[in-house]
């Protein structure tokens, strides 16, 4: 068990916590405030302030000194570990665990890994591939060529974002390979419908709960932190449309 430095600080660094895992794995920005000015309450601490945007966390509590900052560099969709962290602070809210134990569990939640292995992800999103293709009217005879290249886009990102860190050129080369790759299959008489398998294709890697996100941010009245993720989708997009437009140029 980790040994906590400094009991002080704890209900602070118990809050900052929580709202960094929420934050780092998917959760909308007001969602995150509500969550850790919520836990402050239950630890007895009723004056707490909470400034948080999609790449940082300010927080302070009333008679805890100093204010922490936490910077948010990655970002992930893991809903599971949203839902185990809003658990964890109803259960603080009852008293059911005391601070330290609260601290451990968010910890093991942290460290976790992700819900589906990265094969069971890209078979998924293989599959969700070819069912767009049929949900937008294309043949059943193009199923497999979207299940395929959709498995190969999704892939593509995984690999090219260990590369480069800069997640717009992981998804410009994925989009890249996906257009390529779906262009070869119907020139090989392997897909009829070019555009259906591209648009099944690339859905996988299209943002929608970034722009959910974004959206219920700005209706909260968080204007910086929805305006941050609606330019994170916009450039999203932007590379996703790229990438395909450069393959359609070449026709």
Known sequence: MERIQDKSCLPLDVCLLAGKIMLQNGAETYRVEDTMVRMAAAAGFEQSHSF???????????????TKLIRIKDRFTNLEKVTMVNQLSRQMATGEFLLEDIYQQLREIERSGDTYSISAQIAA???????????????????????????????????????????????????????????GLVYLGLGHQLDKII????????????????????????????????????????????????????L
């Open 199 to 250: 648009i099944g294709a690339v859905m996988p890697l299209v943002p929608g709960l970034l722009i959910t996100n974004a959206v219920r941010d700005l209706l909260a009245g968080h204007l910086i932190a929805g305006l941050s993720k609606g330019a994170e989708a916009f450039l999203t997009a932007f590379a996703i449309g790229t990438g395909v437009a450069v393959v359609f140029s070449f």
């Open 52 to 66: 948080v945007t999609p790449t940082g966390i300010i927080f302070s509590m009333e008679g805890i000194e100093p």
């Open 125 to 183: 999103a293989a599959i969700a591939s070819g069912c767009f293709v049929i949900m937008f009217k294309g043949q059943w005879i193009d199923f497999l060529p979207a299940l395929f290249t959709g498995g190969l886009g999704f892939s593509a990102v995984i690999f090219f974002h260990r590369i480069v860190e800069i997640r717009f050129f992981a998804e410009f080369f994925a989009a890249l390979l996906i257009g390529a790759a779906a262009l």
